[in-house]
């Protein structure tokens, strides 16, 4: 069993800063993609910013703004959010992509359980 475990997320004023930070845990046998997702009400799902083997991407909408990173040693990532805007409000997901086993039919994609970010204006 593989669990993900989200924190950080926040009422914050535009313009402010807010860490969040996601923790694997469990059945893992390697890590590749790791990324942050956002819902806001009545719109799909978006990528925010994801990390695969040192490479990263991110939404042009944020660029410039919010930084991923990754901890292997201790299966973590975190997404530094900073200039906020009110557009920003979502709730955010981790995503990370965990081969459990050394099967790769193990891999699979983990959702974490979502984080309100709120941005007032």
């Known amino acids: 069993q593989v669990q993900l475990v989200e924190s950080g997320g926040g009422l914050v004023q535009a313009g402010g800063s807010l860490r969040l930070s996601c923790a694997a845990s469990?059945?893992?046998?390697?890590?590749?993609?790791m990324g942050w997702y956002r819902q806001a009400p009545g719109k799909q799902r978006e990528l925010v910013a994801s990390t695969r083997y040192g490479r990263t991407i991110y939404a042009d909408s944020v660029k410039g703004r919010f930084t991923i990173s990754r901890d292997n040693t201790n299966n973590t990532m975190d997404l530094q959010m900073n200039s906020l805007k009110p557009q920003d409000t979502a709730v955010y997901y981790c995503?990370?992509?965990?081969?459990?086993?050394?099967?790769?039919?193990?891999?699979?994609?983990?959702w974490g359980q979502g984080t309100q970010v709120t941005v007032s204006s």
């Open positions: 995503n990370v992509r965990i081969q459990s086993s050394i099967n790769f039919q193990s891999i699979r994609d983990y």
């Open positions: 469990g059945s893992i046998f390697s890590i590749s993609d």
